[in-house]
């Protein structure tokens, strides 16, 4: 039976932290709620420590996995594991073995494999028109457009193929937004402010964005004039938002890549006003956690405070590539014919599936679900793993969940795997990430639950705080 928050409420002492609710024990580890309102990467880049698989691999798979090593780029660390196919929240390898899915294709598949209403959409405009480039006009993308500017703060769209694509978009339509503000100013502003933990995307100025500099460093020069600040720190984006230097800040109201952590309404609302008085754009990088994954569509939603620019990809059109920048009309208006454009983006296919998606995840009805599994995650996890000695914190928002650990979390993500569970890491590799599909049952939740608390014990005696 689930437990009640008032029993919750009775073991851990309660501290508010707009608008998290944060849980310590009487060890001092903190716990934090939500609101209603080989090592695996979480973004698989290679990793030469990526542990040795445990079990052995079939044929079929050795197979697969051996072709892919002769013939692919080595920029991937994947786990040892070849999947078939899926249904649900549940995937099928090769051999047939079945696992939970708490990945979603890192936050990609919001309504699970194979959802009847997604597949019709897919099929039906596979039958009727596939592409056709931007140099016409096609009704899925004008209807999904139209849809996209009803039911959010955004004026106007532009399409693209990913998210990190979405974020080229906005810091070229943020440095054009200077220059058309200032015509008469030789040096109009140009830099940009970043954050702490921030994961913005892989192309040169997504990549610039991005603050671990281990994505950086091999690649640079990257796209120059980005400040990096402490996500949160008031006092430094008071300082460093500047007129005339500031073209945009961009910021994860909810941070996925960098540890499952969030900012506050009073630093977003300090940002939304420090942003309008320098004369620069506040962008929010909803690529993962939007769309209904907090339990509010937009995950800026809870917070009060909307931004001139946001980027979604991920979960939109159900796995298949699609990206959006959406803006107001005044950064609109700086944008003119020829200022940026893509081949393949807003395709009729991606566009007439991403409308079977957002038909579910806009109902109200299915937010509110959102909202009530992701409490009810979060208490199985406070009951099964709270007084595990590896496990520091539990913090999230809807179903975007981290445990954060005492050590590095591969082993955990290793041995869940091996026992049908799939999870991401997150952070420093010390988070482990939850990510379902949002469709997951209570059921399917206690059982990831289940799982993660038999494999912790994988964790004993690799206790070391990440650097």
């Not at 906005?170 to 937004?177: C, D, E, V």
């Not at 913090?395 to 445990?403: M, P």
């Not at 890491?425 to 990510?435: D, H, Q, Y």
Request: with cysteine.
């Amino acid at each position: 039976m689930m437990h009640s928050l008032q029993t919750l409420y009775m073991s851990y002492t309660y501290t508010q932290v707009n608008p998290l609710f944060a849980f310590k024990s009487d060890k001092g580890r903190r716990f934090t709620f939500r609101a209603a309102v080989p090592k695996v990467s979480s973004c698989l880049i290679s990793d030469k420590q990526q542990k040795v698989e445990a079990n052995p691999l079939s044929r079929e798979s050795e197979k697969v996995i051996e072709i892919e090593r002769n013939v692919f780029v080595g920029t991937y660390a994947r786990a040892p594991v070849v999947f078939k196919s899926g249904k649900g929240c549940k995937l099928y390898d090769v051999d047939g073995k079945e696992y939970l899915d708490m990945t979603a294709g890192i936050a990609v598949n919001s309504l699970g494999h194979g959802d009847p209403d997604w597949l019709n959409a897919v099929v039906e405009q596979a039958n009727t028109l596939t592409h056709v480039s931007n140099v016409y006009y096609s009704l899925p993308q004008v209807t999904l457009g139209k849809r996209l500017v009803e039911c959010s703060f955004a004026d106007r769209v532009f399409f693209t193929n990913s998210g990190t694509e979405a974020n080229e978009a906005a810091i070229k339509f943020s440095r054009k937004f200077q220059r058309h503000s200032h015509p008469d100013k030789k040096n109009p502003a140009t830099e940009f402010i970043s954050f702490s933990n921030s994961f913005h995307g892989r192309t040169m100025g997504a990549l610039a964005l991005t603050s671990k500099e281990h994505y950086r460093i091999p690649f640079e020069p990257v796209m120059p004039g980005v400040t990096f600040l402490e996500y949160g720190n008031i006092k430094e984006a008071q300082k460093a938002i500047q007129p005339g230097k500031t073209a945009a800040v961009f910021v994860e109201p909810i941070q996925g890549e960098g540890g499952i952590h969030s900012a506050t309404k009073d630093f977003l609302q300090l940002l939304r006003t420090m942003c309008d008085d320098a004369g620069a754009l506040l962008v929010f990088d909803e690529v993962q956690c939007g769309l209904g994954r907090t339990g509010h569509l937009w995950a800026h939603e809870a917070f009060g405070v909307t931004p001139d620019i946001m980027t979604l990809a991920k979960p939109l059109a159900g796995g298949l590539p699609i990206g959006v920048a959406l803006t107001t009309e005044k950064v609109a208006a700086a944008i003119n014919t020829g200022d940026h454009g893509s081949t393949f983006a807003g395709g009729p296919l991606v566009c007439h599936a991403a409308l079977a998606v957002l038909d579910k995840i806009q109902n109200p009805v299915f937010l509110a679900s959102v909202s009530r599994k992701g409490l009810y995650l979060k208490e199985l996890l406070l009951e099964k793993l709270g007084d595990n000695s590896h496990v520091k914190e539990v913090r999230g928002f809807g179903l975007i969940v981290g445990i954060e650990l005492d050590a590095q979390a591969s082993p955990l993500v290793d041995a869940c795997r091996d026992a049908g569970l799939l999870v991401l890491t997150a952070g420093k590799g010390n988070v482990v990430r939850l990510v379902p599909p949002l469709v997951i049952s209570e059921r399917e939740l206690e059982h990831a639950v289940d799982v993660l608390t038999a494999c912790l014990p994988s964790l004993d005696g690799n206790s070391s705080s990440p650097s």
